[in-house]
């Protein structure tokens, strides 16, 4: 799309959204029933009580989700998983929807992230001033189109069309409403307002095509060496089960956000008719998650100590089968 045709669309919106009753407009930040994220990633965590002085990075708006994995050592990050302080994460722009404010801190469920805790998407806390709504994004978001960013584990937001001024660095499958670009730059809308600009080699304008096994594959080979984090659900540092999720997504499938849930997906696969794509499993219920890469490899976000990796399969007594969630070739 042109951005002479962008740029027409976006005045069109703005003045739905200009127009709306004033009684709409005037409802203030998480006081309705849907939010958007307004960080780059939002850590959700078990309870308000969960981050500790260290995880201020995490829990600060803006967000800072690489200063806080450079802070942390591997017993750190451990310690999320042994102390279960962090549940999932929900990626810039991404609606959740708003059950319980206490003080800073909201309760909310993640719908793009099915689970069996919670028939609405996964639950937990974030900080409140993570959180946004807006008339006007709400309604950029519903009339143009979206663009996602892919290709690449993270990428930077910028000031200007140059792209000299970094505002902040988002992870792969972010989708933001793209108001004009061409071949180098793209605009796009925020969610706390205003625009930014991205590089359009970063950014896919709508939809994905269908996928194959070998493309979800390809898409997993761009977290390779990126660090493990309980609950991560980003090109910044994922778990195994939100490598999977994340990856899945980008290729427009959505699957259930732990591994339990993944692993009750799907169709099951025998050992002698696994094809790349393939989800892994271990243990019952499933505690872990890798994704077949063919050729007896596997990738997979493995523990706190262990970057993403590609690693042999391990059919070892864990081992709880396999599941496919892309449908079968016609």
């Not at 060496?225 to 609950?231: A, E």
């Not at 259930?256 to 499993?281: E, M, N």
Request: aromatic share 6%; with cysteine.
């Amino acid at each position: 799309m042109t951005r002479r045709i962008l740029t027409v669309l976006l005045g069109t919106v703005l003045v739905t959204a200009l127009t709306l009753p004033a009684a709409q407009a005037a409802v203030p930040d998480v006081l309705a029933d849907r939010a958007y994220i307004g960080v780059s990633v939002a850590t959700v965590w078990t309870s308000p009580t969960s981050p500790r002085e260290m995880d201020r990075s995490a829990v600060a708006a803006p967000a800072d989700p690489a200063a806080w994995l450079g802070s942390m050592t591997a017993a750190d990050r451990r310690e999320l998983t042994t102390a279960s302080r962090t549940q999932t994460q929900v990626l810039y722009g991404a609606p959740v929807q708003v059950l319980e404010r206490r003080d800073d801190w909201t309760r909310v469920a993640v719908p793009g992230q099915p689970s069996a805790k919670y028939d609405r998407g996964y639950p937990g806390w974030i900080p409140s001033a993570q959180l946004t709504t807006g008339v006007a994004f709400a309604g950029l978001t519903a009339a143009l189109p979206a663009g996602t960013v892919d290709e690449v584990a993270t990428t930077w937001l910028y000031a200007e069309e140059t792209r000299t001024e970094r505002l902040r660095e988002i992870s792969a499958g972010t989708r933001l409403p793209v108001l004009s670009g061409d071949s180098g730059g793209v605009q796009v809308s925020l969610p706390g307002g205003g625009t930014a600009w991205i590089d359009a080699a970063h950014l896919r304008i709508g939809g994905p095509g269908p996928a194959t096994g070998e493309d979800l594959v390809g898409t997993a080979r761009l977290f390779l060496d990126r660090p493990y984090l309980w609950g991560g659900r980003s090109g910044f540092a994922p778990d195994c089960s939100g490598l999977t999720g994340l990856v899945h997504e980008l290729h427009g499938i959505t699957i259930g956000r732990d591994a339990s849930d993944q692993a009750i997906g799907g169709r099951a696969v025998g050992k002698d008719d696994l094809r790349p794509g393939d989800l892994l499993f271990w243990n019952s219920p499933a505690t872990h998650v890798a994704i077949y890469a063919g050729d007896g490899q596997m990738i997979e976000a493995f523990d706190a100590s262990t970057p993403v990796r590609v690693t042999p399969v391990r059919f070892d007594d864990s081992y709880a089968g396999a599941r496919r969630h892309l449908p079968d070739p016609a």
